[in-house]
């Protein structure tokens, strides 16, 4: 089939087939950036966010609980205690905010 095809037939041919696995390859690879740009617009806007807040509400139960340990030593001056209370309060306070801040979030129920 290609004998009696001219060199000049079969290197036209061959750039041509070359430049249209190239455009196959690029039109596939254009598809799959967008939509790696999307999931990862939702892993910024979403997904990081709301692990951040989540790590906040875990560290200030661990304070709670830590002041509250300090509050049942029955040995504990009355300025610790003032503190420890001071503590649990702060520690409510900010997961109550870092829960407000989670609840915005437009989280997947799934998940």
Do not use: C, H, W
Not at 48 to 75: C, W
């Amino acid at each position: 089939m290609l004998k009696n095809q001219s060199l000049r037939v079969k290197l036209l041919g061959g750039f041509l087939l070359t430049a249209a696995i190239t455009l196959v390859v690029g039109g596939l690879s254009y598809v799959q950036l967008t939509s790696l740009a999307k999931t990862s617009a939702g892993i910024t806007d979403v997904d990081l966010p709301a692990v951040s807040e989540s790590l906040t509400v875990k560290a200030d139960f661990a304070l709670i609980g830590q002041a509250l340990r300090t509050l049942m030593s029955s040995g504990v001056p009355k300025e610790a205690r003032e503190r420890q209370y001071k503590n649990i309060a702060d520690a409510r306070e900010e997961y109550t905010n870092a829960l407000e801040v989670y609840a915005k979030l437009a989280t997947d129920a799934k998940a």
